[in-house]
């Protein structure tokens, strides 16, 4: 019971990570970025290609995994989602869903599509048991992971002069302008940090979810129930939701496998229909 | 009287179109190429499977060179990335436009289940090389199978569990057509010699995470679990078994060849050491026609390691150009019968083309990975001979 309690933790953790960047994106600066899961992709991507190719260990891959993506992500908002900022919410779900499509044929072409496997060092593998929970190791090194970034976006966005100047320059671009915020600089930073916890997250990931050029396809449904479902105006809303969806998933897999996958869904719905905003949503924004 | 003149032409159009055609196709007949369709996912989640049976075919052809009646052999390859209805699409097209006289590949059981019919309607003989539930032979008298079936796989494995003082055990299939038939018959094998499977789990074909299963296996700790998932799968599959202490726990894992598939195995590292399964082809089967085709077929792919989709593809050339050689390039029920029957040596070992199922009727083997000269390999130690599909005698 317990065992699975904190799988399910573990899972929730990871599925934070992925979506944050996108609760970010989408919340923050509301663009609808389905292309999110192609970061986290092609953080996992580094993270095997340089293992696998040039034999850099685990941990080393982890900062490459989120920079890497964090640079391509601020390449791409400068020159592809830039222009699209102003355009209705359609026109950012066209735009971003083809962004996918063209990097699942990229990476089929350039890797191939076989599952990638990581290999973990050595200390990583096996578990242990504190009065009989079993713990993997890898996945008490996920939550710690993760709340280590939790804490930190958490301090980033309420306490430091970057946090205050984002919420400026989201609540109202023209204001935070004439203040003298370079609105455009302080959205691309922004961005890049996002598409780098995506990378970070596809990384730490691929041991457990899996990796294939399908990925983005295949989890941008969990990214988006988690954003969904706790709300975007906070870190602490989707990492409750990240972690009531990992938990209510193990644990529905483990005592009704009849409804399989389907839990989440159910939770979704259930949620949804008590709180449209999301749990920690502040209403619809603008 | 416009209307008329306006039939008219219409209808002498069409003569002279139909002539055309016909004219055409009797001349091309004569010394066009001869053309066989081959679907297979080449992207997508099965893409290793295409990979694999393309360049066996590939090679095949290089190594043949099948010229029949003066007329070439040309394969048309067509990517189906695993969607039964363009599996169909492909199929039909390739039937009408491109006059082919078999249709071949097949990755998954839906993509061929789809194409039977067209199979039947043209009656195009259509060689399965991938795809594993046993009905798949019955949905069409022109389906030819020279993979495998999972009930054979499943029975064998089952087979030797009983041999091995095996008696309490778990399952574990991924919930899609060939995993059912690998649970079915499994515990069939099973129960039949009084041994008892405790569980039957089934996971998503798109599964996530094995966290959940594999607590429940723990929990009902059996002697061994028995898995069916689909090759790709089982990598990830492995080291979550082994990283929640199953193996330190007493379980055995048992399964079908899928999960060590060769493809992976050597990547998968020493997790996968010891685990037991059944299947029909190892890149490490000990015959000189194996080893001649690793040796060829690792030459001309860079290295890559053959598997079992390998095989299939290969024999199943083998076997659409020795029918065509018996039918002298006649396609339909000539080249389905230059088929039924045939018996000759596989990389794989002795095999036979069953002619009342048209299904392939082989030596099942049972392996242990281990390391051979620092790689991972299933190495065979035990075989039921020429193993027929057991879904076919009920």
Known sequence: MLTLLFDGIAYGMLLFVLAVGLAVTLGLMNFVNLAHGAFAMAGGYVTVLLMDRAGVPFLATLPLAFLLPALVGAVAERLLYR?????????????????????????DWLVGSQQQIVKLPQWLQGRFEIADVGIGKYRLFIIVVCLLLTLMLQWVLGRTRFGSRLRAAVDDPRVAAGLGINVNQVFSITFAVGSGLAGLGGALGAEVLGLDPSFPLKFMIYFLIVVSVGGTTTITGPLLAALLLGIADVMGKYYVPQLGAFVVYLLMVVILFWRPQGLFGRGATR | MHKRTTLRALAAATMTLGLGLAAQTASAADTGPIKIGLVLPMTGQQASTGRQIDAAVKLYMAQNNPVIGGRKVEVIVKDDASTPDQTRRLAQELVVNDKVVALAGFGITPSAMATAPIATQSKTPMVVMAAA????????????????????????????????GIKKVVSLVSDYGPGIDAEKYFADRITLNSGQVVDKLRTPLRAPDFAPVLQKVRDASPQALFVFLPSGQGAAFMKQFAERGLDKAGIRLIGTGDITDDDQLNDMGDVALGVVTSHHYAANHKSAVNQKFVEAFKKANNGMRPNFMAVGGYDGMRVIVEGLKASKGVGGDALLAGMKGQIFESPRGPVLIDAQTRDIVHDMYVRKVEKVGGELHNVEFDAIKAMKDPGKSK
Request: aromatic residues 10%; proline residues 7%; positive net charge.
């Open chain 2, 133 to 164: 539930t046993s009905a798949i032979t019955e949905a069409s008298p022109y389906v030819v199978r020279t993979s495998f079936t999972l009930p054979q796989a499943a029975v064998a494995i089952a087979e030797w569990a009983n041999k091995n």
């Open chain 1, 83 to 107: 222009p699209m900022y102003k355009r209705p919410h359609l026109d950012h779900v066209l735009f971003s869903i083809g962004l996918v499509f063209m990097t699942v044929a990229a990476v």
